[in-house]
C-alpha cells in the first residue's frame, strides 16, 4: 500500500524559510512524477510544484524563484525547500505521487505552513 507522510511545516514569519519533506512507503519512487500541491481556507487545492522522474521541475508561477523542488530516489523522498515566504503561502501542503500506467494518485495527510506577516 502507498503512503506518503509530510513533515517540516511550521510557523515562520514573512521572509524565512521552511523545508518540507515527504516520506514515500509501499513503492519505489524512482521511476514516479511527484509533486506538492497546497490548499489554503476556503480555496482549491492547487499545484506547487512537480518533479519527474527525470529530474524535470514544474513551479506555479507564485512561486517560481522561490520554491525548490527536489528528489532522493535512494531514500524514497522528496522535498520542498522554499524561501522568502509570504502571508499567501498560509496553507496546507500535501505530497503527491502518481503511480501506474492511470497516473493514479496518492496523497499524505498534509502539513500546516503559516507565515506571519
Known amino acids: 500500500q502507498v503512503q506518503l507522510v509530510e513533515s517540516g511545516g511550521g510557523l515562520v514569519q514573512a521572509g524565512g524559510s521552511l523545508r518540507l519533506s515527504c516520506t514515500v512507503s509501499?513503492?519505489?519512487?524512482?521511476?514516479?512524477?511527484l509533486g506538492w500541491y497546497r490548499q489554503a481556507p476556503g480555496k482549491q487545492r492547487e499545484l506547487v510544484a512537480q518533479?519527474?522522474?527525470?529530474?524535470?521541475?514544474n513551479y506555479a508561477d507564485s512561486v517560481k524563484g522561490r520554491f525548490t523542488i527536489s528528489r532522493n530516489n535512494g531514500k524514497n523522498m522528496v522535498y520542498l525547500q522554499m524561501n522568502s515566504l509570504k502571508p499567501e503561502d498560509t496553507a496546507v501542503y500535501y505530497c503527491?505521487?502518481?503511480?501506474?500506467?492511470?497516473?493514479?494518485?496518492?496523497w499524505g495527510q498534509g502539513t500546516q505552513v503559516t507565515v506571519s506577516s
Open positions: 503527491n505521487i502518481l503511480v501506474g500506467a492511470l497516473d493514479s494518485a496518492y
Open positions: 509501499g513503492i519505489i519512487i524512482r521511476l514516479n512524477a
Open positions: 518533479i519527474d522522474s527525470s529530474g524535470n521541475t
